[in-house]
């Protein structure tokens, strides 16, 4: 498993579509991950500390875990199959842990009220992580070994359909700042 910290939140300027960017802690290289419009505001507004006059449904989801006696002990990116990316919300409970399903958006809504660590699986990243050439903007990908990076190839950028469109709409001046999303739309892949 690998540790990832949250980059930001992004908007496609094309679609609308939220996508919350994760970093492997301490690299260059990113994990975009497509979300819903309420996962992505549920996440931007704890990371902004906004403060709401009633709990969210992440809040809700917190305070059960808590009022049980469980603690949440990290969540984790744990598989990524047709485009779509699965989660697992792992908790402690009298000495026992526990894997809960989840997407990816919830989890991480989830993790940022608990102060949880974020994880990712090593084949997740290695399949759809990217690394960002800074001067050219362009994705880029490691060699077999993971030590040089070239350009993503044609072939490559068609098996990573559900970010071809995505990955040219970014603003990467702005890359490692915090945006919010914009209300409304829905989708996470």
Known sequence: MIEMVIDSIRVNVLSFQRVVILRVKDSDRYLPIWIGASEADAIALKLQDVQVPRPMTH?????????????????????????????KIVLQHNGTTMEVDSRPSDAIALAVRTEAPIYAEDAVVEQAGVEMDLESGKPMVADRAGHHTRPVGEEELKGLSAYQDFIGSLDLENLGQQESPPAGGESEQ
């Open 59 to 87: 809040d809700l989801l917190r305070s059960a875990i808590s009022s049980l006696g469980a603690t949440v002990s990290r969540i984790v990116v744990s598989d990524l199959s047709d485009d779509t990316f699965y989660a």
